[in-house]
């Protein structure tokens, strides 16, 4: 499971083309589900945020608008469920946004870089993104149940760590001016 995050594509190695990373048929079953999923948002969403906050309890401080804490940044007070659903809309969008557009890796590409530049300025540590993985996995098993199969797995955590890559791209380079990238 460990090694999928070993053979993600990064800038370092030249690998920028999504096709020398996924298969069409990877590409053909994440955006398969992906229509299944687009109609509801805010269900995977909330589910995916939902479970991040429950199992990564150290990230809350980074959504100050969405998990309201104590001065000391201990207890929970309240989580704002309009504000999490919207934000977990938004973070969704941003996935279909890249899952629409697995065929166009320039531009995805340089949508995640810059998606990235802006997690920079919310203080997300390239680091974190991967955290983010279990809870993105337990979210599609809920919405898709018995259609997530170890194949569709396979292909969404390919998928989810070939954007992680350049979003961290986009976050180690956040001057980075770029509308494509062309290497």
């Known amino acids: 499971?460990?090694?999928?995050?070993?053979?993600?594509?990064?800038?370092?190695?030249?690998?920028t083309q999504l096709n020398t990373y996924l298969t069409p048929?990877?590409?053909?079953?994440?955006?398969?589900?992906?229509?299944?999923?687009?109609?509801?948002l805010s269900k995977l969403g909330v589910i995916v945020f939902l479970r991040l906050f429950e199992t990564e309890p150290?990230?809350?401080?980074?959504?100050?608008?969405?998990?309201q804490m104590n001065e000391q940044n201990k207890l929970e007070w309240?989580?704002?469920?309009?504000?999490?659903?919207?934000?977990?809309?938004?973070?969704?969008?941003?996935?279909g946004a890249a899952v629409e557009s697995l065929d166009e890796s320039e531009f995805l590409n340089s949508v995640l870089i810059s998606i990235g530049q802006t997690h920079v300025k919310r203080?997300?540590?390239?680091?974190?993104?991967?955290r983010l993985?279990?809870?993105?996995n337990y979210g599609l098993k809920q919405v898709?149940?018995?259609?997530?199969?170890?194949?569709?797995?396979?292909?969404?955590?390919?998928?989810?760590?070939?954007?992680v890559a350049h979003m961290k791209r986009g976050m180690e380079n956040p001057d980075l001016d770029m509308e494509y990238d062309h290497r």
């Open 123 to 130: 203080h997300v540590k390239p680091q974190m993104l991967k």
């Open 58 to 67: 150290d990230l809350k401080h980074l959504f100050p608008k969405i998990v």
């Open 144 to 163: 898709l149940q018995s259609k997530y199969n170890k194949e569709v797995n396979e292909a969404w955590k390919k998928v989810y760590f070939y954007i």
């Open 25 to 40: 048929r990877q590409i053909h079953l994440v955006q398969d589900t992906w229509d299944i999923i687009k109609d509801d």
């Open 1 to 15: 499971m460990g090694n999928q995050a070993l053979n993600c594509p990064s800038a370092a190695t030249g690998d």
């Open 78 to 95: 309240d989580i704002d469920r309009d504000m999490l659903t919207k934000h977990a809309v938004s973070v969704m969008e941003g996935l």
């Open 133 to 136: 993985w279990p809870s993105l």
